[in-house]
């Protein structure tokens, strides 16, 4: 694998350079002359919030569709992919979160997809693949047998796979969509190693990621786009670049205005919801999946408990465990004082328990369907008759009123919600159980994928609904969210509690030790 | 809706938003004009009527097919149960499997019309059941349980009818195939009036909902307090139930069940459905937009007919109208994402 060390030495100029590049859409500018350069052997990030115009320049880049106007140069040649296939032939590889790996398939299989190594009679040599797949798949440091079904792989695997296909298709510039969005604290520090590696290796890499502490740990340079529009060009200086200055370009407005710590309110309430000795079964054909190996948890009326921990910690599985969406194996759950066993979700929310749930394009919205729908779905009961006919006037009344309290910014009540950017989505789910007066929610992720403006939006409202009397459990990977807007905060790890304390007291180093310890002790061996 | 006059964008879409929702409508006006031009008696009323009597059987399986195929899924055993739930009704009708056409006027046995309506639906209903069950309890994909009761109620009814017709039904029966109401065939009526009930149940009920969420997304209705499973065996219900109609109004036309009644229904059926603009995938679709898909694979038909076109020629253009027509809502929905 030698044409990737061959191109470095020379130091040259830019391996991909964006021109004035403008993308319309039906009389809608989604992009508008953004320029940009991409570097041989370097880390450039490419941030914004959602709607900035990230996705519509990867599409261009990737091939999927042309630029309205502007011009792309890349290794000095007017780059114009027809498709997908033309920009990797080029040289230019996109990995995007939804990975595109097919699951039935081997490693080997994967990473030879469309050019099998044939043998003398012109049949595919599979000894000739795996010895190839292995010297591949050793360049991102995975270890792991090339005739493994890619479904047994974690995800962090998988993209590593796919990295390392990109390398053995000698690309020369490797566009990342979110790549760490899906992995845990150890697997991003892997990533990051490689991602540090390849660039010695003389490979450009663009990484686009919301998350701004990774993207300042490991860029170079960033560029940042800003609805639509190139908002600047950030350089490393010495040092990373600081998340302050990122925020900025990308909000237009000064950071200190998000994740401002609330005053301590006094929350008084009695409890609400009590966990104690959960456990959950493990499932046969998930081994992997995460159990409960005995939760205890108190929520009290009023309060917000941010449960921190990392991917794999159990939080997911303890709410979908009291949501009655996974099966539970021991243990009591009590709410108001009387025992609750919810059998599915249906039995939890008529005890008065929401769930927004942490994926929310597969678990939360109906992409397809109307606002209106989806905003009402929990709440049939309450929006209709005793004949069963839809009271359409109330149900949508009532969605004006949270449309107007939530500001949720929507075109009309028909509107299919995939129109609607993350944030907005996330509020109708919120609306969507708001509109039930639930005792308990929980919210698993509730910023996930949402705009950082959004973010600060989404926080205050939980801290409204708390106010209102709601207990809310707040489970979030991200730390500075969990220490924004929680007024007590347990941590998780494989399955158990592992700390508590109050939101004032807690820092991020504080959580991390207690969500992480054992993870990193693990790594190390 | 002849907006040629504004080239803003937002008139653009509203073009492309109408065409989505009126383009089968459209394209069933084009061909009654294009029939029309080619022989001016097709318009005549006769015609007309008998277009709606053809098109009402398999037009009620495809209102129950509607649901079902909102919901994601499919049931390709619906001309099997026709023919299965139509001997049924014969044979309560008749109070045996006797085959005999001048019995009709002394049938004492019999037990009446609205004894085997009964019959048929109860038991459309409960294959429905039985097979919504399949789906949900034992997992098995609905495609194949369906194919499987493709095969198990033809062979049930077989079974009944030793293999051949049961005929003669008394004439209060067969009022239901053949009577007018006015100059309107009854079985037009039926499905009138089924259709009008299914809008409204999708459109204004809470069940409705329901059954488009489902379809929307499984997952998401699940964890939104649906009880996903009771929703999708009720589709198949809802289908079986249909199924049972239409073969009780088949027999009554035909005044006889035949134990081949049927055969290849689901097919027409599935392309009424979908040329009416319901997505396979399930979430989107209207009661409206499968009614306009029955009539108009009924006008072709029989303007295909009118035109001494032969049926081997029918089926081609049939099938290439389907692909057309799921072509064209594909191509118009990429243009209005974009």
């Keep these: 694998m030698s044409p990737a060390e061959a191109a470095a030495p020379s130091p040259s100029p830019a391996l991909l350079a964006v021109e004035g590049v403008t993308k319309r859409f039906a009389g809608v500018t989604a992009l508008s002359d953004v320029s940009l350069e991409v570097r041989p052997g370097e880390i450039l990030g490419l941030l914004g919030e959602n709607g900035a115009g990230k996705s519509t320049l990867l599409k261009i880049l990737s091939g999927v569709m042309p630029p309205s106007s502007g011009r792309i140069v890349f290794d000095g040649v007017e780059f114009n992919p027809h498709n997908p296939q033309d920009a990797k032939r080029l040289g230019i590889v996109t990995i995007y979160q939804e990975l595109s790996l097919i699951p039935t398939l081997t490693v080997a299989e994967n990473i030879f997809i469309g050019r099998a190594p044939l043998g003398p009679l012109g049949l595919v040599s599979w000894r000739k693949m795996e010895e190839d797949s292995r010297a591949i798949i050793a360049r991102v440091g995975l270890d792991l047998d090339p005739t493994t079904p890619v479904s047994a792989l974690s995800v962090a695997e998988q993209q590593l796979v796919e990295i390392a296909r990109a390398l053995s298709l000698k690309s020369r510039l490797i566009i990342m969509d979110e790549p760490t969005s899906a992995l845990t604290e150890t697997e991003v520090q892997k990533l990051m190693s490689i991602m540090g590696r390849l660039r010695k290796d003389g490979v450009a890499i663009m990484f686009v990621t919301h998350r701004l502490e990774e993207a300042s740990a490991i860029c170079d340079r960033m560029t940042v786009l800003r609805d639509g529009r190139l908002a600047g060009h950030l350089d490393r200086d010495g040092g990373p670049i600081k998340l302050p200055k990122i925020i900025e370009k990308m909000v237009g407005r000064a950071a200190s205005e998000l994740y401002a710590r609330p005053t301590l309110r006094d929350v008084a309430g009695d409890v609400r919801l009590s966990v104690r000795g959960l456990r959950t079964v493990r499932d046969p054909q998930a081994p992997h999946a995460i159990v409960l190996e005995g939760v205890d948890l108190d929520l009290k009326a009023g309060e917000i408990l941010g449960v921190a921990g990392l991917v794999g910690s159990g939080r997911t599985e303890l709410a979908r465990a009291i949501f009655g969406a996974d099966r539970i194996a021991a243990g009591t759950i009590t709410l108001d004082g009387k025992t609750i066993a919810p059998e599915t979700p249906a039995d939890a929310i008529a005890l008065g328990i929401g769930l927004v749930p942490e994926d929310r394009k597969h678990q939360a919205i109906f992409a397809a369907l109307g606002i209106l729908t989806n905003f009402s779905i929990a709440a049939l009961g309450r929006y209709s008759n005793a004949a069963g006919f839809m009271a359409e006037r109330r149900e949508r009344e009532a969605l004006a009123s949270y449309r107007k309290t939530l500001s949720i910014r929507m075109a009309s009540p028909e509107q299919p919600i995939e129109g609607l950017s993350g944030g907005n989505q996330q509020k109708v789910i919120l609306a969507r159980w708001l509109a039930r007066d639930p005792k308990v929610l929980i919210v698993d992720e509730p910023t996930r994928g949402v705009d950082v403006g959004a973010k600060a939006e989404v926080h205050q409202i939980l801290v409204q609904l708390a106010a209102r009397g709601i207990a809310i459990m707040m489970i979030s990977s991200e730390l500075p969210e969990v220490l924004a807007v929680s007024d007590r905060i347990v941590t998780m790890r494989r399955g158990r509690i592992t700390g508590e304390m109050p939101g004032i007291e807690a820092t991020e180093e504080k959580l991390m030790e207690l969500m992480a310890l054992d993870q990193t002790q693990e790594a190390t061996q | ?338």
């Design chain 2, 1 to 338: 809706m002849t907006s040629t006059t504004e080239q803003t964008q937002r008139g653009g879409i509203n073009v492309a938003r109408l065409l989505m929702s009126f383009g089968p409508l459209m394209f069933l006006a084009l061909l009654i004009v294009v029939f029309t031009v080619l022989k001016p008696s097709f318009i005549d009323p006769i015609n007309i009527f008998n277009i709606m009597r053809q098109i009402s059987i398999t037009g009620l399986i495809a209102l129950g097919m509607t649901f079902v195929i909102l919901t994601a899924g499919i049931d390709l055993s619906v001309g099997s149960l026709l023919a299965f739930c139509g001997m049924v009704a014969a044979v309560v009708a008749k109070g045996g499997t006797a085959n005999t056409l001048s019995l009709s006027t002394s049938g004492t046995q019999g037990f009446g019309w609205f004894a085997a309506l009964l019959a048929a639906v109860v038991v459309g209903a409960m294959a429905g059941g039985v097979q919504g069950f399949a789906i949900t309890r034992l997992k098995v994909p609905p495609f194949v349980v369906t194919l499987g009761g493709l095969t198990v109620f033809r062979g049930l009814t077989l079974t009944i009818s030793n293999g051949g017709p049961i005929s003669g039904f008394d004439a209060s029966m067969r009022w239901f195939g053949t009577g007018l109401i006015g100059p309107v065939p009854v079985p037009a009526i039926i499905f009138a009036a089924a259709a009008i009930l299914c809008h409204i149940v999708l459109r204004y009920t809470r069940y409705g909902r329901a059954v488009y969420a489902v379809g929307g997304n499984a997952e998401a209705a699940r964890l939104s307090g649906l009880r996903v499973d009771r929703i999708l065996i009720s589709v198949y219900v809802i289908v079986g139930f249909f199924a049972g109609l239409a073969a009780f109004v088949l027999s009554a036309r035909l005044n006889s069940s035949e134990a081949v009644a049927g055969i290849g229904y689901e097919l027409t059926v599935i392309s009424a459905v979908v040329i009416g603009g319901t997505s396979l995938f399930g979430g989107i679709g209207s009661v409206g937009g499968t009614v306009v898909g029955a009539a108009l694979i009924g006008v072709l038909q029989n303007g295909l007919q009118f035109n001494n076109v032969s049926s081997y020629t029918q089926s081609i253009v049939i099938g290439l109208i389907l692909i057309l027509a799921v072509a064209f809502d594909r191509w118009l929905k990429s243009r209005v994402r974009r």
